[in-house]
């Protein structure tokens, strides 16, 4: 499974190509409504040599303003060299489609989005050509959804807004509204969710939250990430197994020789997680004729 938030940023639009229509409303800005959204070809290579690829690129369809196109670019960290790179895109797809284009800049933090967000002047100083202004989604601007109802009118939106909040502590309270809205969600439909916000998330601590909140809400439901969290349950149910028939090996042994236990020293064995350290405890109780002779370091 991709885990990468890079991908969950825009790979979320070629999942729910409709979704700009609703961004746009939620930033502020008037685009006219969209009647159908296609996704387009990514790749903006050049015939000679240079290979450039926008991220997502969507033709969006409107009933009385004709198409226009959206460029989506998932912004990580402050990179000065993008903007070259964005303002090359947006030229390029302009020339090549004649088509109004929009360039979109998705981000999970509040300074990379700050600083993709203001204008840019290209070209010489004295007399800028032209100017990079590009519209910017991140947790500066996309809401924190915590209402189950408002997740469930708008899974796309609130799916966005776990990714984009996937280093903020709200995380936490978006993930389980999201969680709360898929519980009566066709498979079909939660599938994408569930792994779109694993991918957003990346490594950080939430990650392992969102983890938990399919394996317990979403118990049901199968996916690659829940498949996998249910592998890694029954591989720690047979951990779990071992040790415990190890610890009663070792009680057996110690009866068998007649030593003594006291409720101390059982609660020690019979709460050891460890199958090595048992093994090895193991090994000298067939020897031992007490208790510290087992646990004796060395």
């Known amino acids: 499974m991709v885990s990468s938030p890079h991908e969950a940023m825009h790979r979320i639009f070629q999942e729910y190509p409709s979704l700009f229509s609703r961004l746009s409303e939620v930033l502020g800005v008037d685009f006219p409504q969209s009647t159908s959204t296609r996704v387009e070809p990514t790749d903006l290579t050049e015939t000679w040599p ?13 009933e009385n303003d004709g198409p226009f196109l959206l460029a989506i670019e998932a912004q990580g960290r402050k990179d000065p060299d993008k903007f070259a790179s964005w ?34 002047p290209l070209g010489a100083p004295q007399w800028p050509a032209m100017t990079l202004h590009p519209l910017v989604a991140g947790p500066h601007n996309i809401p924190v959804i915590t209402d189950v109802a408002e997740a469930r009118k708008d899974l796309a939106l609130a799916t966005l807004s776990a990714i984009t909040h996937a280093g903020d502590p709200d995380v936490g309270v978006i993930l389980k509204t999201v969680s709360a809205a898929l519980r009566d969600t066709p498979d079909a439909v939660a599938e994408p969710i569930v792994e779109l916000i694993a991918q957003g998330l990346g490594n950080r601590p939430a990650a392992q939250q969102w983890r938990n909140l399919v394996a317990v809400d979403l118990s049901f439901y199968k996916s690659p990430l829940s498949e996998e969290i249910r592998d890694e349950g029954r591989e720690e149910g047979r951990e779990e197994g071992r040790t ?23 609660e020690k064995i019979t709460g050891c997680g460890d199958p090595q350290l048992l093994s090895h405890w193991l090994n000298r109780a067939a020897t031992a004729s007490t208790t510290e002779e087992v646990f004796a370091r060395g």
Do not use: H, N
């Open 244 to 266: 415990e028939g190890q610890a009663k090996s070792l009680l057996l042994v110690l009866a068998a020789r007649g030593v003594e236990v006291d409720d101390e020293t059982r």
């Open 87 to 120: 303002a090359y895109y947006f030229t390029y797809l302009l020339e090549k489609y004649r088509l109004p284009t929009m360039l979109l800049i998705v981000c999970q933090d509040r300074a990379t989005a700050q600083w993709a967000a203001r204008p840019v």
């Open 50 to 62: 240079i290979e450039r690829r926008v991220d997502t690129l969507l033709r969006i369809e409107t």
